[in-house]
C-alpha cells in the first residue's frame, strides 16, 4: 500500500465529496483499497460534524 499523507487524503476525500470521483476510481489513484479510501471519508465527516457542534454554527 502506499504512503498517502494528510494532504493527499484530504484532497481524496475533497474530490469523493464534490462527485468529481468514485471511491474506486480515487483508490486507483492513490494506491490503496476502496475501504480504506471510505474510512478516510468517514473519518473527514465525523471530523467535519464534531467542528460544526464545537463551534455551534453551520460550517
Known amino acids: 500500500m ?3 499523507s494528510v494532504e493527499q487524503r484530504i484532497q481524496a476525500v475533497q474530490r469523493y465529496l464534490n462527485g468529481d470521483e468514485s471511491v474506486s ?3 486507483k489513484d492513490s494506491g ?3 475501504r480504506v479510501v ?3 471519508i468517514r473519518r473527514y465527516q465525523l471530523i467535519f460534524h ?4 464545537i463551534i455551534g ?3
Do not use: C, F, L, P
Open 25 to 27: 476510481e480515487i483508490a
Open 2 to 4: 502506499a504512503k498517502v
Open 38 to 40: 471510505s474510512d478516510w
Open 50 to 53: 464534531v467542528v460544526r457542534i
Open 32 to 34: 490503496v483499497t476502496d
Open 57 to 59: 454554527k453551520s460550517v
